[in-house]
Nanobody
Framework: QVQLVESGGGLVQPGGSLTLSCAAS????????TGWYRQAPGKQRELVAS???????YYADSVKGRFIISRDNAKTTVYLQMNSLKPEDTADYYC???????????????WGQGTQVTVSS
């Protein structure tokens, strides 16, 4: 059973910073890529940042230069450092990992439960 658990959300003032964490646990053979998504009230879920197996990163234009995605050496924990936060960054943030549970299994995607980020004065 694979679980992704996010943490680090909360209330922050505009211009402030938060770092989100997403830890994967369970039977995992390998993790190929990870991503952070967000969903604001009344809006569709959108990709914020991602990192592939080689470490190449992608950022949505709205967060480029402010957010940084990283992971630990084991690739089982992924982080999203969020700087210069704006009220429009307010959303539920979710991590997603593409991984294999065994050497012969196909790659499947797994989602965390989400963590809320509110940017407000």
């Amino acid at each position: 059973q694979v679980q992704l658990v996010e943490s680090g959300g909360g209330l922050v003032q505009p211009g402030g910073s938060l770092t989100l964490s997403c830890a994967a646990s369970g039977s995992i053979f390998s993790i190929s890529s990870t991503g952070w998504y967000r969903q604001a009230p009344g809006k569709q879920r959108e990709l914020v940042a991602s990192m592939d197996n080689a470490g190449s990163t992608y950022y949505a234009d709205s967060v480029k230069g402010r957010f940084i995605i990283s992971r630990d050496n084991a690739k089982t924990t992924v982080y999203l450092q969020m700087n210069s936060l704006k009220p429009e960054d307010t959303a539920d943030y979710y991590c997603k990992m593409y991984l294999r549970v065994t050497i012969i299994s196909q790659v499947n995607d797994y989602w965390g439960q989400g963590t809320q980020v509110t940017v407000s004065s």
